[in-house]
């Protein structure tokens, strides 16, 4: 495994994830991104049962849905990062957030449980990314019709969540 993993150039992914990229802090980053979690479990922890059912406005998402994404999301970017590690070739679909959202039963599953999950799926996002070599940080495949190298997806990972857990902030839990 590498000391550091190199934050990505910009040709080792799509356009539409720069933001995420570009979001991730300079530094030690499984370590950044360990922090990162805890951080997010502790502030979601702060929530309540009935604040966690709160929409900001019609038609979005309620902050468990939120969770539940983020759950999904890396499970996603953390599947294509070791697909692409092992060598293998085959392209990999996108998936639609509002529909997996839509259907994820998050709104139903009490915010401990959706915070649990974040946190086992965040664990073996660590444990899966301290077992690459730098060779495998540098394997690229395609994903959503766009080549992405397992790095870049090690930082869409952490960007990601910082996104969301910036929107939670703002337009969630700001009162």
Not at 37 to 44: H, P, R, S, V
Not at 111 to 138: C, K, N, P, W
């Amino acid at each position: 495994m590498p000391k550091t993993i190199a934050r990505p150039a910009s040709n080792e992914y799509a356009p539409f994830y720069g933001g995420y990229v570009g979001a991730v802090p300079e530094g030690d980053f499984l370590p950044l991104l360990e922090r990162q979690g805890n951080e997010t479990a502790a502030l979601l922890r702060a929530v309540s049962e009935k604040k966690s059912q709160h929409r900001y406005a019609p038609g979005k998402w309620s902050i468990r849905e939120v969770v539940g994404h983020l759950t999904d999301a890396e499970r996603v970017f953390t599947y294509r990062a070791l697909s692409f590690a092992r060598g293998d070739a085959t392209p990999l679909p996108s998936f639609d957030e509002n529909t997996w959202a839509a259907t994820s039963n998050a709104d139903r599953r009490p915010l401990g449980d959706l915070i649990s999950d974040f946190e086992a799926v965040r664990a073996a996002t660590l444990a899966l990314l301290r077992g690459f070599d730098e060779e495998q940080f540098a394997h690229a495949g395609i994903a959503s019709g766009h080549q992405v190298t397992v790095r870049a997806l090690a930082y869409i990972v952490a960007g990601h969540e910082r996104h969301h857990v910036r929107i939670l902030r703002e337009r969630y839990l700001s009162s």
